[in-house]
């Protein structure tokens, strides 16, 4: 009997200890990032991917200068990569450069190839050329979804009916025409809001047009037995907006999947603001450094 005692008073010390161990790491540990559901509940990677893996598309919102958004780009892509068959796209190339991007993917091109045939972004080679380089690697898709910034400029200056008057190929650049748009979605207004004097209707199309276009070479690359995973802003899906809108109004049937990245100082709990953004949330402490 003495012993016995004994035993459950060695067992009570071990889960005493145990609980003290987990206790004190937990608060010793600084999160970079925590994930959260849409409602703003914590969540786990491996619920998310496991969710994510059922996806037709999934929009991957980050903000472009955030390592974190970056890193998980990358592992996300590769996780999935072990279990279904994928293609792969971003705001980040423009459509006029497809046919550069598919011979550095083929080997037709090197690095400094592309970097001369292509408009790459000044944080390509950290942010998105391990991106492009995976797809490499695998063989998979990798598609320029963007609009050409000029014609993007052109809205902005001469509204949509400017784009009528391209050529067909530069018209094969852009989302069909005409371009359906909704002034009234909460994400324009937001912006007519925040551009204040400088705000005005054509700078809200010309966010619209990129949308579309981005929408559409989404679609037109999807296919049922793959994942699209599309990289982009998180201004252009957040909200369940931009991108989305023109996804859904073309495919509604299709399984959408919005992951967002904040930034917040503290990253244990998702603010009242960043609620409802995205079906996953990537809070990022904002002490994290930038690429750039």
């Known amino acids: 009997m003495h012993n016995d005692q004994h035993k459950q008073n060695i067992m009570k010390y071990i889960i005493l200890i145990t609980i003290l161990f987990i206790h004190t790491n937990s608060i010793a540990q600084k999160p970079a990032y925590t994930l959260h559901t849409s409602k703003g509940k914590k969540t786990s990677y491996s619920r998310m991917l496991k969710d994510l893996r059922q996806a037709d598309i999934i929009l991957f919102g980050e903000l472009h200068n955030n390592p974190i958004a970056h890193w998980l780009q990358q592992e996300v892509t590769k996780d999935l990569a072990e279990t279904n068959k994928l293609v792969m796209g971003a705001e980040m190339i423009e459509a006029d450069n497809q046919e550069a991007l598919n011979m550095y993917l083929s080997g037709e091109l090197d690095a400094k190839g592309l970097d001369t045939a292509a408009r790459l972004w000044p944080n390509y080679k950290t942010d998105y050329k391990p991106l492009i380089d995976f797809a490499k690697r695998e063989q998979t898709l990798f598609i320029a979804t963007n609009i050409p910034r000029r014609y993007a400029q052109l809205v902005y200056k001469k509204d949509f009916e400017s784009l009528d008057s391209l050529s067909a190929e ?60 599309h990289y982009n802003g998180a201004y252009h899906s957040d909200h369940y907006e931009g991108i989305l809108w023109y996804l859904r109004n073309k495919q509604p049937d299709l399984n959408y999947i919005t992951i967002s990245t904040v930034e917040q100082e503290n990253n244990r709990s998702l603010d009242e603001e960043n609620v409802n953004l995205a079906d996953y949330i990537i809070c990022v402490d904002a002490d994290m450094t930038k690429t750039y």
Not at 178 to 189: G, Q, W
Not at 203 to 216: F, G, R
């Open 170 to 229: 530069e018209k094969s650049w852009i989302a069909p025409l005409p371009i359906l748009f909704d002034p009234n979605l909460p994400k324009y207004k937001e912006i007519l809001t925040m551009m204040g004097d400088h705000g005005s209707p054509k700078l809200v199309k010309a966010q619209a047009i990129k949308d579309a276009t981005m929408a559409h070479f989404i679609l037109a690359n999807f296919k049922d037995d793959s994942i699209f995973i």
